[in-house]
């Protein structure tokens, strides 16, 4: 059998990862070899939004408060959306504050660090965990400088710099005690502005 499989997503279901998507051309068997090909921009697009909540989270924190935690969130290659736990609808001068932070660190350029650490050792260094989360003994710790450090096991881009800018476009309510932040980066930020 040949044939060309389009992935959608990937999500893990037990000890295995699977693919999902739909077959765009010919056809496949049961143990047919594959050969796999990333798209490689619209990976980067990800990448740069993924490390843009890490910097959103920290400044949101810094800004906001400590209170300030993770709801949910979704990166796609051309936004980011962010639910965050806060009381109150964000000010036009907050929202100015909270973008120019995460600017500012996108231009100081520090390099985006990922390793391998034990649970216990992770939270002494005051890496951020998502509230309810299961996490192993070791865990993947991903730090931007001495700005954020947090539990992930995505990809990221490589130094923060790479996100290139970061535009926030909407603000708002989606539960009692929980905002939502989209915003854009790289080449969709600069088209937006």
Known sequence: AQGRFLVTDTQKQGAAFAHIGKVVEGRF??????????????????RL???A??????????????????????VAPDTLR????????????????IEQIVNDQIRENAPIE?????LDEARKAGAMALFGEKYGDEVRVVTMGSFSMELCGGT???????IG?????SEGGVAAGVRRIEA???ASAYHWV
């Open 156 to 162: 990221h881009a490589n130094r923060v710099g790479d």
């Open 49 to 51: 939004n993924h490390s």
């Open 82 to 97: 962010f639910d965050f736990s806060h009381s109150e609808p964000l000010t036009a001068a907050q929202l100015a504050r």
């Open 165 to 169: 800018l970061f535009k926030i476009v």
């Open 29 to 46: 068997e049961l143990h047919d070899s594959v050969e796999m090909h990333i798209d490689t921009d619209r990976r980067q697009a990800i």
């Open 184 to 186: 854009v980066t790289g």
């Open 114 to 118: 990922t390793r391998l650490m034990a």
């Open 53 to 74: 909540t890490h910097l959103l989270h920290a400044a949101l924190r810094k800004v906001l408060g400590e209170h300030v935690q993770q709801k949910g969130s979704r």
